[in-house]
């Protein structure tokens, strides 16, 4: 894999079908996401899923670009998963792990515990940011669905990348996982257990589902 580029276009027929199987997943997302959330607003029952000495953590507006940059790996997803094979793979993979978040946001309803972002403290992020706190909804905490989907993409991409760029792809995870902490959307359990399940899925589900298949077709559009 480490023979061809990391990035290439993967022709029309390949981007068509990769943005049907995402707005298939993303769909699926809404369902378990939103489900979830609304069904916890109408429960009493909390679980704290915080530690006392995190709510001490500054607040950094700032983190909000990394916060919203984990769409940026999306975007990247076709042009670096070039055969069908792969891209299903990787669909079926984040499938799996919204799933799992869903029965964790049911068994483990919570609410942060930092208090709101004041306006004044927002600056120049102050519209970033509302756009990150809208997208998050209000009770699914534990596990970070957005670590989650961060580390995926990165656990998948970078065994296709040089060095270099599995350096500076596991940085980007790390920071959008800290970004959930430091722009208080998340705690850090939330941050641990959504990066565990991310490399869980990696490894029982996308790994096994290219088990067996060649490492590169020589006809992406029909592999």
């Not at 069904?39 to 029952?45: D, E, H, N």
């Not at 699914?140 to 990165?154: D, Q, R, Y």
């Not at 490399?199 to 029909?222: E, H, I, N, Q, Y």
Request: hydrophobic share 55%.
């Amino acid at each position: 894999m480490k023979d061809e580029p990391f990035l290439a276009w993967p022709g029309w027929p390949h981007l068509r079908e990769a943005f049907l199987l995402s707005l298939a997943d993303t769909l699926w997302f809404l369902i378990v996401y939103g489900g979830m959330d609304r069904l916890t607003a109408y429960r009493t029952f909390r679980v704290p899923v915080h530690l006392s000495a995190e709510l001490g953590l500054p607040f950094v507006p700032a983190m909000t670009v990394f916060y919203m940059s984990v769409y940026g790996l999306f975007f990247l997803a076709p042009f670096v998963l070039r055969t069908r094979h792969e891209f299903r793979a990787a669909v079926a993979t984040m499938a799996v792990a919204i799933a799992v978040a869903g029965i964790g946001f049911l068994l483990f309803p919570a609410e942060l515990a930092f208090a709101p972002a004041r306006e004044e403290q927002l600056g120049i992020w102050a519209g970033l940011y509302h756009v990150a706190d809208d997208l998050n909804l209000t009770y699914n905490l534990l596990p970070s669905l957005h670590v989650t989907f961060a580390v995926i993409c990165v656990a998948i991409f970078s065994p296709r990348a040089p060095r270099p760029v599995q350096a500076f792809l596991w940085l980007w995870a790390l920071l959008i996982a800290a970004s959930t902490v430091l722009t208080h959307q998340h705690h850090v359990l939330d941050a641990v257990t959504g990066w565990l399940l991310a490399l869980a899925c990696v490894r029982w589900v996308f790994r096994p589902a290219l088990r067996g298949l060649p490492s590169r077709p020589a006809d992406p559009a029909t592999s």
